[in-house]
């Protein structure tokens, strides 16, 4: 019996600050996906992070992204593995 093709996983989506968003992380909103273009920085005395983004759908369409340094942000990662070293 032949086994089927193992079928794409999408990436596992993971809980970070934005201070430790990397170069390639995906986030979505309601309007569409982003990924990471830029290393994230601090303004206000550490207290709120931005991150340079494209979309995905629209390439060259950028935003800078802002949180609360404090706040967690779902994003989709290639590998975990990677993140744990």
Known sequence: MAKSPP???AP??????????????RLADERSEWQVIGRPYATAGGKTAHVRVESVSQPGVTEIRSWG????VS????????GKR
């Open 69 to 72: 340094a404090h706040e967690r």
């Open 12 to 25: 596992p989506e993971v809980r970070v600050l934005p201070m430790d968003l990397k170069l390639g992380d």
């Open 75 to 82: 994003v989709h990662r290639a590998t975990t593995e990677a």
């Open 7 to 9: 079928e794409k996983k």
